[in-house]
């Protein structure tokens, strides 16, 4: 009994809380337990502080009526299953009571029970729902911000092209005022190259036809050589008729050349392996040029013709100005 | 101004039709026919020198006159070199970077 009354003391933390809960859950019956009904709150409700004492033994009871499966009619056999199973009670109170709260029915009702797991599932769940909700919207929020970003040319232009003057296939100088009110794709390249100048006019010529086909829209497809020691007017008209009748070929000085190969950031080097007969490695990119001849969007090689086509196409239409 | 008249007229009487189309798919025919060569005969050992480190078996060789008949020397080098170039990337791939080269 003693023991049983310092156990008490040290569960009683325990115990309040599941008097608590059980409170939560037996509103109906009479939280204050009235002694001459003892037995009875054994089995169903808690003592309050005041009950200490034969809450100790009301404890050790509930432990001698899990063992003895009795109800709650009878006193005597209660108080007769006092003695026996005090110690091992007392022993076994420490352990028993978790795994009572673990076996779903108390009789007393412990802080864990189906109800707390519910709530304690319905919480989480509620949780992760919002959580899920709270993601969805970031990474809408970024996807849109990402787009919105791309369609602003407005956020900021690349400083690329510039004032030039140049000679035109026909012998007839040119400045880039001449380009304005249509859009311009140039590509920097030179007559003596061997596969990749030709490719990418082909692709260009055909990407003309392409959109004009598509949209109407008109563009001029400029070609301008990287190599004006070779590349003269004629030789520039020559090449340029094959490939599209309405693609410009530019030429000019050295000097020039190297103003609007600056302008452009465009690389490039003469390969310098024989005096005539060299190749000029350079970047393989094509300017797309507003009608106010500013830079828009550059293609690179890896564009073929339908990408390129649709890519010009997508950009015209964004342009907003 | 002037010395964009005088650049004009420089140069004003050689067109290079070695570039031009016509000149250009000649040369593509005779490149493909010589490196398809190269293919058929790749276990043959070979023992010509083509250029920029690219050999070839002696089968080859009526071949690579062509091809060298038909396309500047510097595209010969250019597509030798991106020849060689391939040949390297596919044997690593087959490899798997097993044979030191």
Redesign the interface.
């Known amino acids: 009994m003693a023991t049983a009354i310092v156990r008490s003391a040290k569960n009683f933390r325990n115990l309040h809380q599941r008097f608590y809960f059980h409170t939560l859950l037996t509103k109906c019956r009479p939280p204050i337990p009235s002694p001459t009904i003892a037995d009875n709150i054994q089995h169903r409700a808690l003592p309050l502080i005041q009950q200490a004492i034969p809450f100790g033994i009301g404890f050790q009871s509930f432990v001698a009526d899990q063992r003895f499966s009795s109800t709650s009619t009878t006193t005597g056999t209660v108080q007769s299953g006092h003695s026996k199973p005090n110690s091992e009670g007392g022993d076994k109170s420490g352990d028993s009571n978790q795994s009572k709260s673990d076996t779903g029915k108390p009789i007393r009702g412990g802080p864990i029970s189906w109800l707390s797991f519910l709530l304690l599932a319905l919480t989480g769940a509620g949780i992760i729902w919002y959580y899920d909700k709270e993601k969805e919207q970031h990474i809408e929020e970024i996807n849109s911000a990402s787009q919105a970003v791309k369609q602003g040319p407005s956020v900021g232009k690349a400083a690329i092209g510039g004032p030039f003057k140049l000679i035109n296939h026909d012998g007839k100088n040119v400045t880039e005022k001449d380009f304005l009110g249509k859009w311009t794709v140039i590509y920097f390249g030179f007559t003596h190259c061997p596969d990749i100048c030709p490719d990418e006019l082909q692709k260009l010529a055909a990407a003309v036809d392409k959109i004009k086909e598509n949209s109407g829209i008109d563009i001029v497809p400029a070609f301008i050589s990287v190599d004006p020691e070779r590349d003269t007017v004629e030789q520039v008209r020559e090449y340029v008729k094959e490939f599209h009748p309405k693609l410009i070929g530019l030429t000019g000085s050295p000097d020039e050349i190297r103003n609007i190969a600056r302008a452009y950031r465009v690389y490039y080097m003469k390969t310098a392996e024989e005096d005539s007969d060299y190749l000029v490695d350079h970047s393989i990119v094509m300017y797309l040029m507003s009608p106010k001849m500013e830079f828009v969007k550059f293609f690179g090689k890896n564009n073929d013709v339908n990408s390129l086509a649709d890519g010009i196409i997508k950009e015209i239409k964004q342009y907003k100005r | ?1 002037a ?2 008249e005088a ?2 007229s ?3 009487d ?4 070695d ?3 016509k000149a ?1 798919q000649a040369c ?1 025919k005779s490149r493909d026919a010589f490196y398809d060569c190269l293919e058929k005969e790749s276990n043959k050992k070979p023992t010509e020198i083509a250029s920029v480190g690219l050999l070839y078996p002696a089968e080859c060789k009526a071949l690579r006159a062509q091809f060298v008949n038909h ?5 010969v ?3 030798d070199r991106l020849y060689c170039k391939n040949k390297r990337v596919t044997r690593l791939l087959d490899d798997g970077g097993e044979t030191r080269r």
């Open positions: 101004m010395a964009l650049y004009a420089r140069n004003a050689e067109v290079h039709t570039v031009l189309l250009r593509y396309c500047r020397a510097s595209w080098k250019h597509f």
